[in-house]
């Protein structure tokens, strides 16, 4: 009996370990919350594609942060590596919003 116990333990734990991850484990693996999570509304990464930086769109949280001349970027507060690569490349921090800063960085391709 204590066999056929073992067995269907290991076999559960296996098919768990198949299961497709939800929101909130993938938020536990990486340690971001969604943008949305702080009010704000994510555009597309920055600069580019995989990036933990985003560009945020206009909202309530954002209105009173938003220039033509310069891209409104929302990066993750407990991401020194990408807040400073934002830092490098121009931008200034312009609020705190949420989990994450938002910062004001030059307009144009990302370099």
Same mark, same amino acid.
């Given at each position: 009996?204590?066999?056929?116990?073992?067995?269907?333990?290991?076999?559960?734990a296996?098919?768990?370990?198949?299961?497709?991850?939800?929101?909130?484990?993938?938020?536990?693996?990486?340690?971001y919350t969604?943008?949305?999570?702080?009010?704000l509304?994510?555009?597309?990464?920055?600069?580019?594609?995989g990036?933990?930086?985003?560009v945020?769109?206009?909202?309530?949280? %954002? #209105?009173?942060?938003?220039?033509d001349?310069?891209t !409104?970027?929302?990066? *993750? /507060?407990?991401?020194? =590596?990408?807040?400073?690569?934002?830092?490098?490349?121009g931008? %200034? #921090?312009?609020?705190?919003?949420?989990?994450?800063? !938002?910062?004001?960085? *030059? /307009?144009?391709?990302? =370099?």
């Amino acid at each position: 009996m204590t066999r056929y116990l073992s067995t269907a333990t290991i076999a559960l734990a296996l098919l768990s370990a198949c299961a497709a991850p939800s929101d909130d484990t993938a938020n536990r693996e990486t340690g971001y919350t969604p943008p949305e999570a702080s009010g704000l509304i994510a555009v597309r990464p920055f600069p580019t594609e995989g990036d933990v930086c985003q560009v945020v769109g206009e909202n309530d949280t %954002t #209105r009173d942060y938003l220039d033509d001349s310069a891209t !409104l970027i929302g990066c *993750p /507060s407990n991401d020194l =590596g990408a807040s400073e690569d934002r830092v490098k490349a121009g931008a %200034t #921090r312009v609020a705190r919003a949420g989990a994450g800063w !938002l910062r004001s960085g *030059p /307009s144009g391709p990302a =370099g």
